[in-house]
Every structure is written in C-alpha cells, then in structure tokens.
C-alpha cells in the first residue's frame, strides 16, 4: 500500500510528455552520477533514461509506448516501460555508469541481441560475494551468478576480470580502462593548473 501510494505521488510530480521520444544512437541509462560523465559526453546528443523512481521527471505516454508496454505485460510494468522506450528510440549503445544496476543487467539479457549494452564500472564491486554468502546459506533465493549479467563492462583492472570469472558473473567482453573518477580528478587538476597559470 505504501508502495502504490509512493507511484500515486511521483506520477503526480512528473512531467507527462504526450509523444515518442526521439531517436538516439546512445541512451543513457539512470542519470545517478551523470555529472561524472561530462568528459565523455561532450558534444554527443543522447538521451537519458532515467531508472530512479525518486528521480523521475517525465514520463512519455502514446498510443506506440501503451501497445508496447502491452506486448512486454509479462514482465514488471518499468521493465515494459523501458523496453518500449528502447523499441522507439532504437539506440545502437545503451551506455551506464551504474554497473551494478539490476535492471540494467535485465534489460540486457533482453535486448542485447539487437543494442550494445556498455557498464563502466563505478567503484569498487563486493555485492556478488554478499549474495553469494547469502544464497549459499539459504537466506535468500536469489542466485546472483546466474542472474547479473553485463555483455560489455569497462573495468579497473585485471583484478575485476579475475574476481567475476572466479564467481561466474556473466560478462561477455572485459576492457580495462581504469577509474573515471581518477581521470576526472586529473582532468580538472589540469585545467586549474592552467587557471592558476594565467594569473601568474
């Protein structure tokens, strides 16, 4: 009861958008962090689709997105929402910096035949072995191994590589390309270093 009244208000304060989004070579999914993205994201169009309830700001509704939404009813009414806004917007990346997002991973295991699902890791990764703990011991049904799935993840290092090999988390594709955090602290060293300069 809590929960549907939770849905009532955020629908409330939302912004509905009457219409089919636009097409988007690169979707962006849940703008937790985007801020971080900067460096990568300029100068490309994009769209964002946000995933945080709480952070919802518009919800697009058209005769398109409900049929949609219908041919996906099976699954939980967000996974049919987002899947029908994939359908319309048609990206070729759906790109995250959240790589431990659930319904990342299970949007992925649907539409990864046809959209390149891309997560750049985010921080340090111990959840798999808490679930691991907890599966084992039967205090939850939930096999996270069998389940997360990520076709391409941007990683730290060989480290992260080893670790999700070793518990059998399924990733198609590894690359390491370190922190973006680090790299966006060197970035923006640079360019006070370069305000300081200017002065002197």
Do not use: W
């Not at 070579?25 to 946000?50: M, W």
């Not at 939980?76 to 991973?105: C, M, R």
């Not at 966006?184 to 305000?195: D, E, G, Q, S, T």
């Amino acid at each position: 009861m809590k929960y549907l009244i939770f849905i009532i208000k955020v629908f409330f304060k939302v912004k509905i958008i009457f219409k089919d989004p636009k097409n988007y070579d690169l979707v962006i999914f849940d703008d937790e962090s985007i801020d971080e993205l900067g460096a990568i994201l300029k100068n490309r169009k994009y769209f964002i689709l946000q995933s945080r309830i709480n952070r919802i700001d518009k919800i697009y509704i058209s005769l398109n997105i409900i049929r949609n939404i219908i041919k996906n009813y099976k699954k939980k009414i967000s996974t049919a929402y987002f899947l029908s806004l994939l359908d319309i917007i048609k990206p070729k990346v759906v790109f995250t910096f959240i790589d431990n997002s659930f319904k990342f991973s299970e949007l992925a295991k649907l539409k990864n035949q046809k959209i390149k699902f891309i997560a750049l890791q985010n921080g340090a990764r111990y959840e798999h072995k808490e679930f691991e703990h907890l599966y084992k011991n039967k205090i939850i049904k939930y096999n996270f191994s069998e389940n997360f799935f990520i076709p391409y993840l941007l990683c730290y290092g060989r480290y992260e590589i080893d670790d999700f090999k070793k518990h059998n988390i399924k990733v198609n594709d590894f690359s390491v390309v370190g922190s973006l955090r680090v790299s966006n602290f060197f970035l923006k060293k640079k360019k006070l270093k370069n305000i300081i300069m200017t002065f002197a």
